[in-house]
T-cell receptor, first 110, second 114 residues
C-alpha cells in the first residue's frame, strides 16, 4: 500500500516568512495530490491540489510543486500570517482512497 | 447552506456499548467516507461508500459498521468489538468516488469511551 511521509512534523516561522512542507509517497500510480488544512477542533479543508500532469500550481500565497520522478510534492506558503497557524496534511491518492500523512503543525508568530 | 453535519460534537459512552455517529450531507454527493483521527496522527479510513446501498472497508474497519440507505446519510456504528474506540471521527463526502475529487469534511465527533 501507499506509504506517505511528511516533513517537518512541526514548523515555527515569523509572520511574513515563507514556509515549506514536503510530502513523499511510495505508490507510483498516485495521480492526485491535495493539501488539507485543519484548524483546532475542526475538520480538514482542501487548500490546494495538483494532478500528475502538472508540475506546479499557485493560488495567491499558496503553491504546490510536484516531482513525480522523485515521488514528492511540496506545499509553499509565502508571506505567512497568524491565521495560517494550523495542521497541514498531504493526502496523495492512488485509486479511490486518499492516504493522509501524519501532519505538520505550522505556528506563525507575530 | 450546503455542507456536512455530524452530530453530536461530543459523545461519551461506557465500555461494552455500541454507539452510532450521525453524518448527513446536502451537497448531493455520491461518495461518503468515515475517518478516524488520533492525537498526532493523520486520518485513517474506516469505511467508504461510492453510491447508495454500497460500501467498502477501509484500512481500519474492524469493530465498525456502516449503512448507506440514503444518498445524504452515512451513519457509523462503533461496536463493542472496537478495542480502542476513543478518538475524533470525521465524515467526508465527494461528488464522485472515483478519485481525484475534493473531499468535504464535517466538523467531527469526539467519542470518549470509559
Amino acid at each position: 500500500g501507499e506509504n506517505v511521509e511528511q516533513h517537518p512534523s512541526t514548523l515555527s516561522v515569523q509572520e511574513g516568512d515563507s514556509a515549506v512542507i514536503k510530502c513523499t509517497y511510495s505508490d507510483s500510480a498516485s495521480n492526485y495530490f491535495p493539501w488539507y488544512k485543519q484548524e483546532l477542533g475542526k475538520g480538514p479543508q482542501l487548500i490546494i491540489d495538483i494532478r500528475s500532469n502538472v508540475g506546479e500550481k499557485k493560488d495567491q500565497r499558496i503553491a504546490v510543486t510536484l516531482n513525480k520522478t522523485a515521488k514528492h510534492f511540496s506545499l509553499h506558503i509565502t508571506e505567512t500570517q497568524p491565521e495560517d497557524s494550523a495542521v497541514y496534511f498531504c493526502a496523495p491518492q492512488a485509486g479511490t482512497a486518499l492516504i493522509f500523512g501524519k501532519g505538520t503543525t505550522l505556528s506563525v508568530s507575530s | 447552506d450546503g455542507g456536512i453535519t455530524q452530530s453530536p460534537k461530543y459523545l461519551f459512552r461506557k465500555e461494552g456499548q455500541n454507539v452510532t455517529l450521525s453524518c448527513e450531507q446536502n451537497l448531493n454527493h455520491d461518495a461518503m467516507y468515515w475517518y478516524r483521527q488520533d492525537p498526532g496522527q493523520g486520518l485513517r479510513l474506516i469505511y467508504y461508500s461510492q453510491i447508495v446501498n454500497d460500501f467498502q472497508k477501509g484500512d481500519i474497519a474492524e469493530g465498525y459498521s456502516v449503512s448507506r440507505e440514503k444518498k445524504e446519510s452515512f451513519p457509523l456504528t462503533v461496536t463493542s468489538a472496537q478495542k480502542n474506540p476513543t478518538a475524533f471521527y470525521l465524515c467526508a463526502s465527494s461528488i464522485d468516488g472515483g478519485g481525484g475529487y475534493e473531499q468535504y469534511f464535517g466538523p467531527g465527533t469526539r467519542l470518549t469511551v470509559t
